[in-house]
């Protein structure tokens, strides 16, 4: 029997079993171009997608929002109209001085400072990807050319707090690689769903320098570089989205 998802407004006869996930709606049609029969499915308050092709597989494009919440809704939602492998593209703060604008970051665990993944299971349960889309992502990327970094990064609720000079310096003292809002709440629920999760970031913010003004470059794409490391990340996850193969 048909039905539909109250949120992401996507049906369970889709057929679909791979999700390319982004923040930011707008995203949603820089990745267009990049498909091949590329149409809208669905807009619902954070969550627009879209289906297409590529390299002859079907691929699912869907914003998520701001957050672990929204996050986790459209994990829930997508695990139950029949997803199997998902992909966050999205961007990140960096934590290390040797990660420049427009790198990629390739997270192998989440530090869970968000609250999304805590109201799943206690903290003692790791974030961590799927082997498989790991291990191929990092041979895909190593084979394209791009600059990529690999290792944990930290997923938190707000870029406000009066404290962020104070924790970006300690997770960075810790070899944290960077920061987004998203990311354990994705492996966590991901995980606890059966679905194949991995997640990879455009670095937007360099070490220490102010958030704010730097997400403002990459929203009104007044930075090239910025620009330019969104597109390796969206090829990227497509690459290893396409050459997936389920168990």
């Not at 290792?151 to 707000?158: A, W």
């Not at 009066?162 to 354990?184: H, L, N, P, Q, Y």
């Amino acid at each position: 029997m048909q039905s539909i998802e109250a949120h992401i407004q996507l049906s369970n006869q889709l057929g679909i079993k791979r999700a390319l996930l982004v923040g930011d709606p707008g995203r949603i049609h820089r990745v267009a171009g990049h498909l091949n029969n590329a149409k809208e499915l669905s807009s619902n308050r954070e969550y627009l997608s879209i289906c297409g092709e590529y390299n002859g597989e079907k691929i699912l494009a869907l914003s998520t929002g701001i957050g672990g919440a929204s996050m986790g809704i459209a994990v829930e939602e997508l695990s139950n109209i029949g997803i199997k492998a998902a992909i966050r593209l999205g961007s990140a703060g960096s934590y290390q001085r040797n990660i420049r604008i427009g790198e990629l970051i390739i997270a192998n665990g989440a530090v869970r400072n968000d609250g999304a993944s805590k109201a799943y299971i206690p903290t003692a349960f790791p974030a961590v990807p799927s082997t498989c889309l790991l291990t191929n992502c990092i041979d895909i990327a190593s084979k394209s050319g791009v600059v990529y970094h690999i290792g944990i990064i930290r997923s938190h609720d707000s870029f406000y707090t009066d404290r962020e000079e104070e924790i970006c310096r300690f997770w960075s003292s810790k070899g944290v690689m960077g920061a987004d809002m998203e990311t354990a709440a994705l492996y966590t629920i991901a995980s606890l769903r059966g679905i194949e999760a991995l997640t990879i970031l455009n670095n937007v913010v360099l070490y220490l320098d102010d958030a704010g003004e730097a997400i403002d470059q990459y929203a009104s794409g007044t930075n090239k570089a910025m620009a330019d490391g969104e597109n390796a990340g969206i090829r990227l996850a497509l690459d290893v989205l396409a050459a997936w193969k389920e168990d």
